[in-house]
């Protein structure tokens, strides 16, 4: 069964450095999302993507964050000056249609800024 | 977007039937009502989706009365494993907003 795969499953950065996490969404799926949750809350929307641009951020997804997908597999979330407040789990998730509620996640990336 | 309400927790035994009501009193008319799994340090997982009326697949069953507003996601005879985090969603497909859904523990 496809799957949506995240590297690294755990990333330690100090304060200041960016990061990149990465994700490979289902082959034939079109549209993509990432998500964050820090521990203990909700999962949080940060971003979707479809043909190669942004189509809705929340208000966490500030100037310090950016989406890519350099080829035609990979999906990649930017934190370019990371913060204490970024330690998280990051999800991404992706699915194959506009007004489709089943996304599919990958395991997370589990961020830890120091 | 339609603002869901859900228990905070709840406790079974293995074996025994669990509903899981979700009230969303402001839900659109275009809206439908879905239903995801988050076991611990995993993303989460689809379960269910639906408009109204009942829908049922091969892991739940999801209750929807005409007034749309609320719903019961019923799994039959959970086991060890059904223990997770459950959310009710409502509202945009695209862009999933979750609550703090509730914490069901399934007791040996």
């Known amino acids: 069964e496809p799957e949506v795969t995240q590297t690294p499953s755990h990333q330690v950065t100090q304060m200041g450095q960016e990061v990149i996490l990465r994700c490979v969404p289902i082959s034939n799926h079109l549209y993509f999302y990432w998500y964050r949750q820090i521990l203990g809350q909700k999962v949080e929307f940060l971003v979707s993507f479809y043909n190669n641009e942004i189509s809705e951020k929340s208000e966490i997804f500030d100037d310090q964050f950016s989406v890519e997908r350099p080829d035609g597999s990979n999906f990649t979330l930017k934190i370019r000056s990371t913060k204490l407040e970024d330690s998280a789990m990051y999800f991404c998730?992706?699915?194959?249609?506009?007004?489709?509620?089943?996304?599919?996640f990958g395991p997370g990336t589990r961020l830890t800024v120091l | 977007l339609a603002k869901t309400t859900q228990p905070i927790s709840m406790d079974s035994y293995e074996g025994q039937e669990v509903n899981i009501t979700c009230s969303h009193n402001?839900?659109?008319?275009?809206?439908?009502i879905t239903w995801y799994q988050q076991f611990p340090s995993q993303g989460p997982r689809f379960i269910i989706q639906?408009?109204?009326t009942k829908v049922t697949n091969e892991v739940a069953s999801l209750f929807i009365p005409a007034d749309r507003k609320s719903s019961t996601l019923s799994l039959p005879r959970v086991s060890l494993s059904d223990t997770a985090v459950y959310y009710c969603l409502v509202g945009e497909a695209d862009k999933l907003i979750f609550g703090t859904g509730t914490r069901l523990q399934v007791f040996p």
């Open positions: 998730a992706s699915n194959n249609g506009a007004g489709v509620s089943e996304q599919f």
């Open positions: 639906g408009y109204k």
């Open positions: 402001n839900i659109a008319t275009n809206d439908y």
